[in-house]
C-alpha cells in the first residue's frame, strides 16, 4: 500500500479544484504515493496560483502562516519565481498532467530519501 499525502488549494475557485482533482483521478496509476484533497489548514502540500500572490513578501507570509506544508506556486509564467517547488501551467489555465505528475511524485520522493513526516 502506498503512503497517502494530503493536498489542498490556496486561492483556487471550485472549477480549478475539480480540474485538479480529475488529473489526480486519472493520473493515480502514475503516482508513486496517494494523494488525498483536505483543507488548507491540515495539508501537507497546497497548490497557490502565484498570481494572486503580488509580492514575494505575501509569498513569505504564506510559508509562515502554512510553516509545515510545502507550498506549490502554480502560474502561466514562473520564469522570474524564486521558489522551490511551481508547477507551470497552459493559458488555458490547465496544468499539463504529465508535469504534475512528475511534480508529485518528485515531492514524494524527495520526502521518502529525507525521511520527513509531513
Do not use: C, G
Request: hydrophobic share 45%; proline share 2%; net charge positive.
Amino acid at each position: 500500500m502506498l503512503k497517502k499525502t494530503t493536498l489542498a488549494f490556496l486561492n483556487f475557485n471550485e472549477s480549478q479544484q475539480k480540474i485538479f482533482t480529475s488529473l489526480l483521478v486519472l493520473s493515480v496509476r502514475e503516482l508513486n504515493q496517494e494523494w488525498d484533497i483536505v483543507d488548507k489548514d491540515t495539508a501537507q502540500v497546497i497548490f497557490i496560483p502565484y498570481e494572486t500572490i503580488i509580492t514575494v513578501k505575501r509569498w513569505n507570509e504564506i510559508q509562515k502562516t502554512y510553516a509545515k506544508a510545502i507550498l506549490v506556486a502554480y502560474s502561466v509564467d514562473l520564469n522570474d519565481l524564486n521558489v522551490r517547488w511551481k508547477l507551470l501551467k497552459k493559458e488555458t489555465h490547465l496544468p499539463n498532467r504529465a508535469a504534475l505528475i512528475k511534480l508529485l511524485n518528485d515531492i514524494a520522493k524527495e520526502e521518502s530519501n529525507n525521511r520527513l513526516v509531513l
